[in-house]
């Protein structure tokens, strides 16, 4: 086989323009490719006697659909310059967890968010007879806001062994392994680490009882979902946190599911579960009305900006056209290129932006002054400015979908 730098610039199967090598491991390596007009990885791998197996794994991969594993779009066997290839088009990806691990640990909240979607994920799979068997922190990528598990390295299990527990236990110490260096950036090198015990909770019981085979995917997320229960329902002595989330219907009741937080979150409403009363209706109402007013005055008296606290917010969900607004060149325009929900990996994706672009000025933006947190390039700049930025960015290599927003209000 040729060196894989030699590949850039050929097509894959008559279809995919293999544009830049991003990484190779031995017999294998992706390249970054468009899949239907959006940004996708191409991974490729060498002919071999396992090449029947892999094709198998990657189809049978391809078949769970699910938001917690990088989906593949398509998978074969071809010939690049009359040697022959297995291949599969990926989603394209952005940072992985051993980037930022490398750079600090995570806090809890950032490392519960990761055993979430990693326990999502993980069930998927061995619902489907699947097992990961390499769910390690270069193995766990960030797809936008979403945690996502690399899907090529899925194996099939043998059909007699799919129904036992202990068929899956490599992906459970896996992840055990994963919470413990997320907590402390350090590699977890025996199930009797002492460091396990200064692990915050819920980490500690998480760790210990993962990478000791005590603990299942479904332990593991009731004791996630348990841990932000008031203390008031302690776990019954000897019971698993699965049957302490059950037995505990008070404990349940005192906040809302994962499903509805996360409704609110998008609503921008809080998950309060009062309905409005007639009278708080017409009495919101009348607020409105009273701000509608005086916001229109005070626009009619001063066409300059106005207070971020009082400016009336753009939609994010529906960024503002540039085909819409008048090209007069005044006003605040910015060139937004990354969306975040965290701060954290907000700032984290300017640090990595500022050694490739520093160019680019990239810097951290919030409108509201809470999520979303938006990752801008240029700074505040009129409208034909941000175009400019914005097509620079684009052909840096940042994201096709980045566009230029007026913040002036």
């Known amino acids: 086989m040729q060196p894989w730098n030699d590949l850039v610039g050929k097509s894959l199967a008559g279809t995919y323009s293999l544009e830049k090598l991003l990484r190779f491991e031995g017999g294998s390596a992706f390249f970054a490719t468009h899949y239907q007009d ?7 791998t060498e002919k071999s006697k396992n090449e029947d197996q892999l094709i198998a794994n990657l189809e049978a991969a391809s078949r769970v659909k699910h938001a917690n594993i990088i989906g593949i779009e398509r998978v074969g066997r071809a010939r690049i310059d009359g040697v022959p290839v297995t291949y599969a088009i990926l989603e394209a990806t952005e940072e992985n967890l051993a980037d930022v691990l490398r750079e600090r640990p995570l806090t809890v909240e950032e490392t519960t968010e990761i055993a979430e979607s990693l326990v999502a994920g993980l069930g998927a799979l061995h619902e489907h007879g699947l097992m990961h068997g390499r769910v390690t922190p270069a193995n ?10 690399r899907g090529d ?3 099939k299990v043998p059909a007699s062994a799919k129904d036992k527990p202990e068929t899956y236990a490599q992906d459970l110490g896996d992840l055990g392994a994963v919470l413990f260096e997320s907590l402390t950036q350090r590699k977890l090198t025996s199930p009797n680490e002492s460091a ?12 210990q009882s993962a990478v000791t085979g005590r603990w299942g995917l479904t332990d593991i997320s009731a004791a996630l979902k348990r841990s932000s229960l008031e203390s008031a329902h302690p776990i019954p002595a000897g019971a698993s946190p699965a049957e302490a989330v059950q037995t505990s219907p008070s404990a349940a009741k005192s906040r809302p599911s994962n499903l509805n937080r996360g409704q609110a979150t998008v609503l921008g409403m809080p998950a309060s579960g009062h309905a409005f009363t007639p009278i708080r209706l017409l009495a919101l109402l009348a607020v409105v009305v009273v701000f509608a007013g005086a916001w229109y005055f005070f626009r009619k008296s001063d066409d300059g900006p106005r207070p971020a606290a009082i400016a009336p917010q753009p939609s994010l969900a529906q960024p503002q056209s540039d085909a819409l607004t008048p090209s007069t060149g005044h006003g605040v325009w910015r060139v937004v290129v990354y969306t975040y929900a965290r701060e954290g990996l907000a700032r984290h994706k300017v640090d990595a932006l500022l050694r490739t672009h520093p160019e680019l000025k990239p810097e951290v933006f919030t409108p509201s002054g809470h999520r979303p947190y938006l990752v801008t390039v240029g700074g505040a700049m009129s409208r034909d400015e941000a175009e400019r930025i914005r097509d620079k960015a684009r052909s840096a290599g940042l994201p096709s979908d980045a566009y230029a927003q007026n913040y002036t209000h």
């Open 38 to 44: 959006k940004p996708a990885a191409a991974f490729l």
């Open 196 to 207: 396990i015990g200064s692990l915050p909770a819920p980490f500690r019981g998480i760790v």
């Open 140 to 149: 766990i990528f960030a797809i936008g806001d979403t945690i996502k598990l």
């Open 153 to 155: 390295c899925i194996q």
